[in-house]
């Protein structure tokens, strides 16, 4: 009963690994669940805002994890390391190799690794914090690589746990136009849900699917139906998106603002609770130690004192100008500064005295063994 409670890999694995009999009472994590890449329609046929820019293609869902990792006995001559931890993101290839992506940028590369090709979990601390979504396409010249769709804005799955099958997965995902469309696997097509094309953000909270448009209501998806049902009032943030956040079991809506005169410059935020006794919307005025991440595919809460080179009450956001940066906004003096790039890369990509790969790439055997 207990190990058919546990939805996460890493737990499964700790598991299995008590003794004989704890490792026959339950089967391995790869038995049940869906393995990505899944296959999907191509997402532009259910838009139809404009003419496909290429003819219609197959639409592939990748999966990435996101791990905390923390060194159980940490070097006593090394300041640097204490006892705090960093983030590690991870997708997995068919064959089983693990590849580093930037928790935030969701960007991967090439660099290969060359120490170490395997990792002891006896001496690491390793905890699942969630896992993001992307779609993307293959050319037909070049059959190896993929590219993200350029109209998918944001995507969520559920349920995907060590005992869900593929079929019994549900994928909502908003367009770039605001749209928000369904699909499950085996769909010929997607479907559209929902009248308005004003939606900014897509959760899985509390294992239900919820939406928020650009008002500031959140809206709860039943699935079976398709419907939206009110879930919030209308937060009337006056700001260019709205992002929802889980953070210590409480959802936030994360409003940014850009400038007037120059749309892709972010001048500010401002975050909101939902009291769902009060049913109404509290403006949060500090985020106490807790760190905001808004990535390119997903957005998530950190606890600054666990991890290594964080600051709290403040909020993580991508730049998409001419050079795309990691920047960072206190709700403390609503300042604005880039992320150092060296202090950048060791949030995520441990010291090389921890034992911990030192740059992104395809990995051997990562964390499962």
């Not at 993929?146 to 746990?161: A, C, E, T």
């Not at 985020?287 to 991440?293: A, E, K, P, R, S």
């Not at 957005?299 to 009450?313: L, N, R, T, W």
Request: hydrophobic share 35%; proline share 7%.
């Amino acid at each position: 009963m207990i190990g058919r409670s546990l939805d996460t890999r890493i737990d499964v694995l700790r598991f299995r690994s008590i003794c004989s009999s704890w490792r026959s009472s339950i089967p391995p994590f790869s038995a049940n669940p869906p393995r990505f890449p899944l296959q999907f329609p191509d997402p532009n046929t259910a838009t139809l805002t404009e003419p496909p820019r290429w003819p219609p293609r197959l639409a592939f869902l990748f999966q990435t994890t996101l791990y905390y990792i923390q060194t159980l006995n940490p070097s006593t001559s090394s300041s640097t390391l204490s006892n705090k931890g960093w983030l590690m993101k991870v997708d997995e290839s068919n064959s089983g190799k693990l590849r580093f992506v930037n928790p935030v940028l969701d960007s991967r590369t090439r660099y290969t690794i060359t120490r170490p090709k395997t990792l002891n979990l006896l001496n690491f601390r390793v905890v699942e914090y969630g896992k993001a979504y992307t779609l993307q396409f293959q050319l037909p010249i070049n059959k190896r690589r993929y590219f993200p769709y350029p109209f998918v804005k944001k995507l969520v799955v559920f349920p995907n746990s060590a005992w869900t099958n593929a079929d019994e997965c549900s994928i909502f995902m908003i367009f770039v136009d605001g749209k928000l469309g369904f699909a499950k696997p085996g769909d010929e097509k997607w479907t559209l849900v929902g009248e308005s094309s004003n939606y900014d953000d897509v959760i899985v909270y509390k294992g239900q699917f919820y939406v928020v448009d650009k008002v500031g209501i959140v809206w709860w998806i039943e699935c079976s139906s398709l419907k939206l049902v009110q879930f919030s009032p209308t937060l009337w943030g006056l700001g260019s998106q709205k992002h929802l956040v889980e953070s210590c079991g409480a959802l936030y809506v994360v409003d940014k603002y850009n400038d007037i005169d120059d749309d892709k410059k972010v001048v500010g935020f401002k975050v909101y609770k939902l009291d769902e006794e009060l049913g109404q919307w509290v403006l949060v005025k500090s985020l106490g130690d807790q760190v905001f991440v808004l990535g390119a595919d997903c957005s998530f809460s950190v606890p600054a004192q666990e991890f290594s080179g964080y600051k709290g009450d403040s909020i993580l956001f991508i730049d998409s100008g001419d050079v795309t940066l990691v920047l960072v906004f206190s709700l403390k003096d609503h300042s604005i500064h880039e992320l150092d790039s060296c202090n950048h890369f060791q949030r995520f990509w441990p010291p090389e005295q921890t034992g911990l790969p030192q740059a992104n790439g395809w990995v051997y055997q990562c964390l499962y063994t």
